[in-house]
């Protein structure tokens, strides 16, 4: 099992960036994948989440509206369309691929995203 961040980097407030997440190795189309990320000196947080099939979505709150994620259940991926950047949105972001039916938990190894002006 595989899963590969990219797309991190370094972006001025009010900027956007479009993190990309890589599945391999499993049935990806049966499992709902999510986003999380992890602030210096906060607990990792849940960002946003996606149905196995694509058709129902969550946010947290901090990020509605200005974040939207998608995935390609044909290429494999889950991405994370943000907009508006903030320093606050400052942060190490992980894929996560949520439990399902013969499926555990797993974390992606993570990408880090820098606001800043």
């Known amino acids: 099992v595989q899963l590969v961040e990219s797309g991190g980097g370094l972006v001025q407030p009010g900027g956007s960036l479009r993190l990309s997440c890589a599945a391999s190795g499993f049935t990806f189309s049966r499992c709902a994948m999510s986003w999380y990320r992890r602030a210096p000196g906060k607990e990792r947080e849940l960002v946003a989440g996606?149905?196995?099939?694509?058709?129902?979505?969550n946010y947290a709150d901090s990020v509605a509206g200005r974040f939207t994620i998608s995935r390609d259940n044909v290429k494999n991926t889950v991405s994370l369309q943000m907009n508006s950047l903030k320093p606050e949105d400052t942060a190490v972001y992980y894929c996560k691929r949520e439990r399902a039916v013969g499926y555990v938990v797993y974390w992606g190894q993570g990408t880090q995203v820098t606001v800043s002006s």
């Open positions: 996606i149905s196995s099939a694509g058709d129902r979505t």
